[in-house]
């Protein structure tokens, strides 16, 4: 009999989240084997940290029921998504999984942010342990640039039928790759067509404002200077510019460390 392909869903928010929710149904629909291990609290802004959050001597790991998900192992953890990841490829929560699914991240993973993102970060760390990953996050940057009512619509579903429409490519993509999928919150019927751009990295992306205002108001013996305005660059055809124009947006994580450094060999000789 034919193994169905393990996936692990993670995310930054926590196991409560609805993003998570609606990423775990998603791999179900597939047909996949799922296993779901989140923190136990928000741990948005961790990257691919290998924080654990110890009671005594041990980390509280304890089994939860998802709505909806009867047949789904789920685990509340507490610790970061980047140790729940590499805990993940070591098979600490059953077979090593073919796929790790991080997110649906509520705010975006855009320019900087991504290398502070935990959503990003346990998929980059499943990645350089050679396990292909997907990072998605919800498009929110619209609500810092201009605040939202309270309750304002998190269109979960949407976001979660393009993360199916996707998966198969991503499932027989080559071992280790990430991949970053920026998704609009917008109904069904507004989504334009997924459209594949470059990550770009400069500028202080919006949702990192909320953290260093928070850092500011704690770090109240330092010297503090007017809040940054987002600076981020908004280049035509970039990831940032398609996903603001309604695009959900997918973009490959690299990192390579194999550029040769040419002055080094005149260093010391």
């Not at 789920?74 to 993940?88: F, K």
């Not at 269109?155 to 280790?176: E, K, R």
Request: aromatic share 4%; with cysteine.
């Amino acid at each position: 009999m034919r193994r169905r392909p393990h996936v692990l869903v993670t995310n930054d928010d926590g196991i409560d989240a609805p993003g998570l929710l609606a990423l775990a149904h998603t791999a179900c629909d597939q047909g996949y084997d799922v296993t779901v291990a989140a923190p136990h609290r928000q741990a948005s802004g961790s990257a691919g940290g290998l924080t654990m959050f110890l009671v005594g001597e041990r980390i509280e790991v304890s089994h939860r029921r998802l709505p909806g998900l009867p047949g789904v192992e789920a685990y509340s953890v507490a610790a970061h998504p980047g140790m729940i990841a590499l805990a993940a490829v070591l098979g600490r929560f059953g077979p090593v999984p073919d796929l790790v699914l991080s997110g649906i991240n509520e705010g975006s993973n855009l320019g900087a942010a991504v290398l502070h993102s935990g959503t990003a970060g346990a998929a980059m760390v499943a990645g350089a342990h050679g396990v292909t990953a997907l990072a998605a996050s919800l498009h929110l940057d619209f609500e810092i640039e201009e605040p939202a009512p309270a309750g304002a619509a998190r269109h979960w579903d949407t976001a979660a039928a393009v993360v199916g429409a996707i998966l198969p490519n991503i499932m027989s993509a080559d071992a280790g790759s990430v991949f970053n999928l920026k998704l609009p919150n917008l109904p069904g019927e507004q989504v334009r067509p997924v459209v594949a751009a470059a990550w770009t990295l400069a500028g202080t992306a919006p949702t990192l404002l909320p953290f260093i205002a928070d850092f500011d108001r704690r770090a109240d013996t330092l010297p503090v200077a007017d809040l940054l305005e987002p600076t981020i660059d908004i280049v035509e055809g970039s990831d940032i510019a398609h996903v603001r124009e309604g695009h959900p947006t997918l973009s490959l994580l690299r990192w390579n460390g194999d550029t040769a450094i040419e002055w080094v060999d005149s260093v010391l000789t």
